[in-house]
């Protein structure tokens, strides 16, 4: 095992990885930039280094002056947590290059699935269920008039390097083929430096339900069951829950181990989340995340497992100790983004918290790295807390989500803390019927 590691990210999750370090009795080194100095995660660590100023590019995504961190402090491992450096394979690489190991998994594995063409590749070869489209990259409108042709309007065009929504564009018929081709295309180039897109047939009303994969890079692999992330707003996730309101346990099954195999079979190595569209009883394969992802503690809450300790076990080498039949899922969880930001225009509200008073109690989980006094900088993400719920049953959750938001006080900053009170008195929220149009929709008809 580690003796020490080298958290190279801020907020909540860095005071995630930390709690998880401690508990295994690992050394913690803190990084920050200059407008991070007083926050809750360097206050906590063993040790911190200062990495530059508050830009990100300047400083927690500045690979050489993390690697100069790792020598001054002899962090023998970086944790990534998410965002930042977490999904880059050339940092993986140079850790390596360095004798420094990258809490994640194989730089080839990442690149792969940043890819999203090799990635849908990849798991069609592996036995997922992908969406309809094109094979491969789709280069000129005659092979995107046949390609339409097969897979029937409305198809989607995305870019091979995009993930989160960025540069997709709808074609509902071959009128609308050429024009949006060329379009996601210069989008692509402009927004990635890559031009390359391919093509999908276009889901019109499906939920996100993502699977959680765990692997040891030894041919062993679990599946830790899926989490429905359906309620987004401009690709942001909002509300996440496990398990999903709209799978019965067969399905759950199903798709678990149809993953789980797959994973397996690349030999994967860490935690992973392959996202789905599910529609009409049906799941096509979208993409696959490499890291450790915001809405892990909903998973958590119901397998009982702690995802960063497992991670950090795999990449000191150790095998994943159980089984899938040892995995035992049981009761629901919610998790609520509280982020910084007016909860009806959601422009970001950072500064002064002038006070703060958390919920608690039974089945309560507050992951935040706010406290009264702090000062939320202006240059990063507006996600201050999650405040996740567990109960035996979704309505048992659904209750007690409503208990403990009504509890949760924080001033001197707006949160989103009211959008969550108002979708908890909508009949589709509670009867789980929603899709990833539904919050769009709401936001703008109430
Ligand atoms: C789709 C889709 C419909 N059909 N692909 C958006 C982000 C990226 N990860 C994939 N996305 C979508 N891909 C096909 N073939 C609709 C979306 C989509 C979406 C997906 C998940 C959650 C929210 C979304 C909101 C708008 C569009």
Redesign the pocket.
Known sequence: MFDKILIANRGEIALRVLRACRELGIHTVAVHSTADENAMHVRLADESVCIGPPRSDQSYLNIPTLLAACEITGAEAVHPGYGFLAENARFAEILAEHGITFIGPSAEHIRIMGDKIEAKRTAKALGIPV?P?SDGSVDDPDEARRIAHDIGFP??I?AAA?????G?K?AKNADELDVALQSARTEAQAAFGNASVYM?????R???IEVQVLGDGKGHAVHLGERD??L?RR?Q?VWEEAHSPALNSAQRTRIGNTVAKAMADLSYSGVGTV?F?YEDGEF?F??MNTRLQVEHPVTEMITGLDLVQEQIRVAAGSSVAFAQDDIAFSGHAIECRINAENPRTFVPSPGLVEAVHVPGGLGVRIDSAIYAGYRIPPYYDSLIGKLIVFGKTRNECLMRLRRALGEYVIEGVETTIPLFLDLLKQPDIVDGNYD??WL?HYLEVR
Do not use: A, N
């Open positions: 969406v489209g198809v989607l995305k995009g993930g989160g929504g960025r997709m709808v999908e047939r276009y889901l019109t499906p939920r996100h992330c359906s987004q690709h996730k996202e569209l096509f979208i993409e990833i149009h769009e």
